[in-house]
Structures are given as structure tokens and as C-alpha cells.
């Protein structure tokens, strides 16, 4: 198995709950260098202590996560870090004018790494679109057009014209091109049937979030089934699982740690969702209109239920190994990504985390 660490960078700060659009006077730029200063110091330490990659993605005009460009956070931890793969979980072709400084970018960022990013492509969530004022009916077209061409620029010796239905350019040779051949490996996480399509018409990995064992099961399901249907067999390697994690000396003491931190994670970051959906003339159901977890908003969820449905893994060692061990099985998962920070964790509770993860959970589970 492998274990990835995925950060958010998110706004630790807030009063009152989110809601898409979160006026910028919420936020401190004096104590936003704090949180900067403990993430990237946090981004280190998984490195020290032995994970496999560092995950990062992007977010735009919400507390949810402070990384608009990934790529610059990336970029610093090709000088901060010598060998943790850098994941990025991903950028967002769709929202890119010119995809082409996408391709670039991450060229420079493979090369400055030594050869160490994970590409990820991902459709994004409404809000981002929002945030672009840009259509979401042409989200995914968007995308797949802005993949194939970073994916040509990246890998075209020569230079060659584009003229697709949303990008078009006379010339095309990047400088720098990708360390890696044939280029950096892309991921792309999905949750949507047209998602996993799209991914495994592509023969790339996929990866769920924030969602129950049931519902990650599904997702998998029908990716492994969609890989079939064009010609090839998915991997638990190509199948990527999101959790919550915090591990302390006692499930007692996990509790009492990080409830408050994961119940801030949903019920406060998560409720920008409310806004938004506002926006889209959507109204989201309640608790007495839902029978299934996976039917209800985000920012309705709790310490409780995610606990009792697998999305997150809080407890001591033997209880964290066991859950991991029996989920990854359930799901057919291969890799791990374990967000150890989460909501309004303080730096010194995550150090703590990633320490005590890495001592006693993480080479149980390196061994198989």
C-alpha cells in the first residue's frame, strides 16, 4: 500500500460558517503568513517521516483552501523537499485561459523536482466556476480539450498548430518540456459517471472523496468496469482513497483531540456549498428528507457519522490500522491519501499526527 499526505491549506479562522461568496475581510494576510509558514513546515515533515507524495490542490474565493495556484506551493516544495512525490490533486484545465501555461508550469515543475509530480486533472466543483464566472456546461469539453493539448505540448518534438473548439494557437513548442517520459503521470479523481468515463477511457487512476465505503465501493466498481469495456484492467495501484486520519494514544483521547477540528472541517469550510447552490437556484435536502448518507450536504455531516461510515479514521494505532486495512480491502483501493490535517487543526496537534501516523501506522501498512 501506498500512503500519500494531502493538504487543503485551509482557513483555520473562521467564526461563522462559509457561504459561497465569503467576503476577503474574513481573512488576516498577517496570521495567512502563519498558516503558509506551518503548512509548508508540516509539507516537510512528511518527507522526514517517510510517505510516499505530498498532495495539493486548487480552490478558488473560499476559506475551504488557500491554494488558487497550486502550482506556486508546489514549486517551493521542489526546493523544500529532495525525493516526496509532489501530487497535484489537481489543477483545474477547464478554468485555464491558456492551457498552455498549465503545461508549462508543471514542465518546470518536473524538472526543477527531479522528476517528482503527479499531475492531476479534475473537472472541479461548481463554485469554481462560479468564482471564473464561467459556464459549467462547458466544464468537462473544457477539460478534455485543455488535457489533450497540455498532454501534446508535453510530448510533440516539433512545433504543431491547435485549433480546437475552445483553444486555438498558430504555434505550440513549450520550453521548458517534462523530465519524465512520456510525461508526467496524470490522475484524474472522479465521482460522476462521466468523470470515470473519461478517466478510464484515458487508462488513468481515479480517486474518491468524502465519501462513504458504500459509495467509494460503487465508485470503483464501475471505474474497474468502465477500464474492462476499453480494453484494459484497473489496479487497486490505480484507485486512490481520501480519508480524514488522526491517531493518538487512545480512541478516547483521538476524540477528544480532533472532534472539534472534523466537525469544523464539514459543518463550517464545507458550508460554502450553501451559497453556491444558492447561486444555481438549487436547494440542497435536510436530514429529514434523506435516507442515505451519501444524499446529504457536506456541512450536514458529523464526528458520529463519518466516524460510523468510514469517512473518517480517528482512534488509536491498532484501531486506524485495522480501519484502513479492512476499508482499502472493501473498496479495492491500492493507495492511500490520508488527510492529517484537516478543519482547524492547530500546527503543533498535526505534527503530533503526522509523527504518531508515521511510527505506528505507517510501516504496518507499507508491509502489506
Given at each position: 500500500?501506498?500512503?500519500?499526505?494531502?493538504?487543503?491549506?485551509?482557513?483555520?479562522?473562521?467564526?461563522?460558517?462559509?457561504?459561497?461568496?465569503?467576503?476577503?475581510?474574513?481573512?488576516?494576510?498577517?496570521?495567512?503568513?502563519?498558516?503558509?509558514?506551518?503548512?509548508?513546515?508540516?509539507?516537510?515533515?512528511?518527507?522526514?517521516?517517510?510517505?510516499?507524495?505530498?498532495?495539493i490542490n486548487e480552490h478558488h474565493a473560499k476559506p475551504?483552501?488557500?491554494?488558487?495556484?497550486p502550482n506556486l506551493v508546489a514549486a517551493a516544495l521542489?526546493?523544500?523537499?529532495?525525493?516526496?512525490?509532489?501530487?497535484?490533486?489537481?489543477?483545474?484545465?477547464?478554468?485555464?485561459?491558456?492551457?498552455?501555461?498549465?503545461?508549462?508550469?508543471?514542465?518546470?515543475?518536473?524538472?526543477?523536482?527531479?522528476?517528482?509530480?503527479?499531475?492531476?486533472?479534475?473537472?472541479?466543483?461548481?463554485?469554481?466556476?462560479?468564482?471564473?464566472?464561467?459556464?459549467?456546461?462547458?466544464?468537462?469539453?473544457?477539460?478534455?480539450?485543455?488535457?489533450?493539448?497540455?498532454?501534446?505540448?508535453?510530448?510533440?518534438?516539433?512545433?504543431?498548430?491547435?485549433?480546437?473548439?475552445?483553444?486555438?494557437?498558430?504555434?505550440?513548442?513549450?520550453?521548458?518540456?517534462?523530465?519524465?517520459?512520456?510525461?508526467?503521470?496524470?490522475?484524474?479523481?472522479?465521482?460522476?459517471?462521466?468523470?470515470?468515463?473519461?478517466?478510464?477511457?484515458?487508462?488513468?487512476?481515479?480517486?474518491?472523496?468524502?465519501?462513504?465505503?458504500?459509495?467509494?465501493?460503487?465508485?470503483?466498481?464501475?471505474?474497474?468496469?468502465?477500464?474492462?469495456?476499453?480494453?484494459?484492467?484497473?489496479?487497486?495501484?490505480?484507485?486512490?482513497?481520501?480519508?480524514?486520519?488522526?491517531?493518538?494514544?487512545?480512541?478516547?483521547?483521538?476524540?477528544?483531540?480532533?472532534?472539534?477540528?472534523?466537525?469544523?472541517?464539514?459543518?463550517?469550510?464545507?458550508?460554502?456549498?450553501?451559497?453556491?447552490?444558492?447561486?444555481?437556484?438549487?436547494?440542497?435536502?435536510?436530514?429529514?428528507?434523506?435516507?442515505?448518507?451519501?444524499?446529504?450536504?457536506?456541512?450536514?455531516?458529523?464526528?458520529?457519522?463519518?466516524?460510523?461510515?468510514?469517512?473518517?479514521?480517528?482512534?488509536?494505532?491498532?484501531?486506524?490500522?485495522?480501519?484502513?486495512?479492512?476499508?482499502?480491502?472493501?473498496?479495492?483501493?491500492?493507495?492511500?491519501?490520508?488527510?492529517?490535517?484537516?478543519?482547524?487543526?492547530?500546527?503543533?496537534?498535526?505534527?503530533?499526527?503526522?509523527?504518531?501516523?508515521?511510527?505506528?501506522?505507517?510501516?504496518?501498512?507499507?508491509?502489506?
Amino acid at each position: 500500500m501506498r500512503v500519500y499526505a494531502f493538504d487543503l491549506m485551509p482557513w483555520p479562522h473562521l467564526t461563522e460558517a462559509s457561504y459561497y461568496p465569503d467576503p476577503n475581510r474574513l481573512f488576516d494576510p498577517a496570521l495567512g503568513r502563519q498558516v503558509y509558514d506551518e503548512h509548508f513546515r508540516q509539507m516537510e515533515l512528511y518527507e522526514e517521516c517517510g510517505y510516499d507524495a505530498i498532495c495539493i490542490n486548487e480552490h478558488h474565493a473560499k476559506p475551504y483552501g488557500l491554494m488558487p495556484s497550486p502550482n506556486l506551493v508546489a514549486a517551493a516544495l521542489t526546493q523544500r523537499t529532495k525525493k516526496i512525490k509532489i501530487g497535484i490533486f489537481g489543477n483545474l484545465p477547464a478554468l485555464h485561459a491558456h492551457p498552455l501555461r498549465l503545461a508549462e508550469e508543471v514542465a518546470m515543475l518536473d524538472v526543477m523536482s527531479g522528476g517528482r509530480v503527479i499531475s492531476g486533472f479534475v473537472r472541479g466543483v461548481p463554485q469554481e466556476f462560479l468564482a471564473y464566472s464561467l459556464p459549467l456546461a462547458d466544464a468537462r469539453p473544457r477539460m478534455t480539450e485543455a488535457w489533450d493539448l497540455v498532454v501534446k505540448a508535453w510530448t510533440e518534438r516539433e512545433p504543431f498548430e491547435w485549433r480546437g473548439k475552445y483553444f486555438n494557437y498558430d504555434r505550440v513548442s513549450i520550453w521548458p518540456r517534462p523530465l519524465q517520459e512520456p510525461h508526467p503521470p496524470i490522475i484524474l479523481p472522479a465521482d460522476s459517471d462521466e468523470g470515470l468515463e473519461i478517466a478510464a477511457s484515458r487508462r488513468v487512476p481515479t480517486g474518491s472523496a468524502y465519501r462513504t465505503v458504500a459509495r467509494a465501493r460503487a465508485v470503483f466498481d464501475r471505474y474497474r468496469e468502465l477500464a474492462l469495456k476499453h480494453g484494459w484492467t484497473a489496479t487497486p495501484e490505480d484507485c486512490h482513497l481520501v480519508r480524514h486520519v488522526y491517531v493518538a494514544e487512545t480512541n478516547a483521547r483521538a476524540r477528544e483531540e480532533v472532534e472539534s477540528h472534523l466537525n469544523y472541517f464539514w459543518q463550517k469550510l464545507l458550508s460554502y456549498h450553501r451559497g453556491s447552490m444558492a447561486l444555481m437556484g438549487q436547494s440542497p435536502k435536510t436530514r429529514e428528507q434523506t435516507q442515505r448518507t451519501e444524499e446529504l450536504p457536506l456541512y450536514e455531516l458529523d464526528f458520529d457519522l463519518c466516524q460510523k461510515e468510514g469517512m473518517s479514521i480517528v482512534g488509536d494505532p491498532d484501531y486506524v490500522i485495522r480501519e484502513i486495512r479492512a476499508q482499502m480491502r472493501e473498496v479495492g483501493a491500492g493507495v492511500l491519501v490520508a488527510l492529517l490535517q484537516f478543519g482547524s487543526m492547530p500546527h503543533e496537534l498535526t505534527m503530533k499526527n503526522i509523527r504518531l501516523f508515521s511510527e505506528k501506522v505507517l510501516p504496518t501498512l507499507k508491509r502489506g
